[in-house]
């Protein structure tokens, strides 16, 4: 099996970095230091460099050190015996850049770098928390890793979608709305259908693995069970699938002109999670609601692995406070075979991890120690 890992980061004006050049460690890297001095954007600039976007704000311009107008974040990395050299220049007045080996990208819905990472924090509590967008918007990022098609179709869909709707607001001023409506009713149907198959068929081998995950870590007291939950029914035969789509937009059409918007699609799904089949989110407690994300997260990681051959670099930004001891050890023992960055806010947290290789960094107001 490869071994992926990122041999050096290079930052200027990246947040509250003016320049920085740091090796890391093939295994585990841990970075010190209290609130707000920059340990979490070295997090992201990793996860920059693998998606092209930030998971921390869709601005780029936040991104950019507050006193400057542009920003630069370079990786390099291995892949077995490949090496890689990613880079991403950042201007306020203009999208941002990217180039891989050199050769420059169009725009960071080209970028398949190679470098797949998996991320797990405290802000991950909002999959389970919060609102359906959160969790379509987490299949879209890791469905993405795996298969960059799906990130072409996922653009493609809210491009059509946007223009639907658009003509739904202007439908009072249109006399030949329904003709005009099918026209983007066939691409959605079509686009729709793939996407909608592509979740459920991820959502169901996330759910194999989070199960067998959760169950280890609960010492078998928790069963956990993730659904992807359409309004569109999901059916075996695909072109039947994609007629079954196309007719429900059309009885839809009354509610759509009156709301102005498309009421059916995959930007309409969801993900039921339940413990012991309770819904998470309505009956679960806080302990149980983080320990199923950790279960979520690191079953990423094993589906990754399994569809590529090779483990992703894992990012942990300040997890460790937030866990008990149990699921510190049962964490730590899973990322011996990865790359893994992790924040800490205070060395108290490594007693656990005293045995395993790691180089550890103090960082200080956006300076390494």
Excluded: W
Excluded at 206 to 233: G, P
Excluded at 333 to 350: C, G, H, P, Y
């Amino acid at each position: 099996m490869f071994f992926l890992h990122v041999k050096n980061i290079r930052l200027i004006n990246f947040r509250n970095y003016y320049s920085l050049n740091i090796g890391l460690n093939k295994k585990t890297n841990i970075f010190i230091g209290k609130n707000a001095q920059g340990k979490t954007n070295l997090l992201e600039a990793v996860y920059i460099c693998a998606t092209g976007r930030s998971f921390r704000t869709n601005r780029d311009k936040e991104i950019i050190n507050f006193n400057k107008n542009e920003a630069y974040v370079g990786a390099q990395m291995n892949i077995g015996k490949q090496e890689k050299f990613i880079e991403i220049k950042l201007e306020r007045e203009k999208a941002k850049r990217i180039r891989v080996n050199k050769t420059e990208l169009k725009n960071y819905k080209e970028l398949y770098s190679g470098l797949n990472v998996v991320i797990f924090s405290p802000e991950d509590l909002k999959l389970v928390k919060e609102g359906p967008g959160e969790r379509r918007n987490f299949l879209d990022m890791e469905i993405s890793q795996i298969r960059p098609v799906y990130n072409f179709n996922i653009n493609r869909y809210n491009k059509i979608l946007f223009q639907r709707n658009n003509l739904l607001r202007s439908s009072k001023f249109q006399t030949n709305i329904s003709s005009l409506l099918e026209i983007f009713d066939l691409q959605l149907a079509k686009i729709g259908t793939d996407i909608i198959l592509e979740r459920d068929k991820y959502v169901q081998e996330l759910s194999k693995i989070s199960s067998i995950t959760h169950n280890k870590i609960t010492l078998s007291r928790e069963n956990l069970e993730l659904k992807y939950l359409s309004n569109i029914e999901i059916l075996d035969n695909k072109i039947e699938m994609e007629k079954n789509y196309l007719n429900k937009l059309k009885k839809y059409v009354d509610k759509d002109i009156e709301a102005a918007s498309t009421q059916l699609g995959p930007h309409r799904d969801d993900i039921l999670m339940t413990i012991n089949d309770k819904e998470l989110k309505t009956y679960g407690s806080q302990g149980q609601q983080r320990t199923v994300v950790l279960s979520i997260k690191l079953s990423e990681v094993e589906l990754i692995k399994k569809q590529r051959g090779i483990y992703p670099v894992l990012l942990l930004d300040d997890v460790f406070s937030e866990l008990d001891e149990e699921r510190r050890k049962y964490l730590i023992k899973s990322f011996q075979d990865m790359q893994t960055l992790i924040t800490v806010t205070d060395a108290i947290d490594l007693k656990e991890m005293e045995t395993i290789e790691k180089s550890i960094f103090y960082i200080e107001e956006g300076k390494l120690m």
